[in-house]
């Protein structure tokens, strides 16, 4: 076993099912909060942005990132921007730096060579898998060392600017609801939701 960073039970809990991607996503996160120096009981000041999107098995890896990190969506500490890339970026100002890690395409091929991915493919969900075969995934991955699995890079100039929290909020003309600010849009003079304007008046 080559990491520090095995798969503690209580992420696994966390995200209902154990898998090698859930795994990948902890120790990146993990790795991710040594190199900025980010404490896990710091609520605020940290933002990840994972780049899998939706529709694809690596998306666990996001919430093994959240376990490792604590980011939460309700304080904006974690964002996806769907480029559908196997990468996060961790960018903690207070340290003045922004990393990226990104799974090395070899590592992803030998991660499919796997039993485990054959079945994936196949529909199985990792919680319905033999359990050698989940064990023999977790093991692979435990036995890679970080440099085969991730390159970093530090990114230096991160273009980021922390929003500003804003309450100004207007009324719904159709469905009488508050809207936040930014989000009115006005249709023939009238502020409207999104939903309702796209009902028309
Ligand atoms: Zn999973
Ligand atoms: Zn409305």
Redesign the pocket.
């Known amino acids: 076993m080559s990491t520090t960073h095995s798969l503690p039970e209580w992420a696994v809990a966390f995200h209902t099912h154990s898998c090698p991607y859930l795994a990948i996503g902890f120790r990146m996160g993990s790795l991710a909060m040594a190199a900025l120096r980010f404490e896990r009981q710091h609520n605020r000041g940290l933002l990840v942005l994972p780049e899998f999107g939706e529709g694809n098995p690596y998306t666990c890896i996001v919430d093994g990132i959240r376990a490792a990190t604590g980011a939460i969506y309700g304080q904006i500490m974690i964002a996806k921007t769907f480029y559908g890339k196997l990468a996060a970026t961790f960018f903690y100002p207070q340290r003045g730096g922004a990393i990226r890690y990104s799974l090395r395409p070899a590592f992803v091929d030998g991660l499919e060579r796997l039993r485990f991915h054959a079945l994936r493919v196949r529909g199985v969900d990792p919680s319905d898998m033999p359990s050698q075969v989940l064990e023999e995934a977790l093991v692979w991955v435990d036995a890679q060392p970080d440099e085969a699995i991730f390159k970093i890079e530090h990114e230096v100039g991160f273009p980021y600017q922390q929003m500003e929290l804003a309450y100004a909020k207007t009324l719904?003309?159709?469905?009488?609801?508050y809207?936040m600010a930014p989000f009115v849009r006005v249709k023939e003079g009238r502020p409207?939701?999104?939903?309702?304007?796209y009902e028309g008046p």
């Open positions: 719904c003309a159709r469905c009488g609801e809207v409207l939701c999104i939903p309702c304007s």
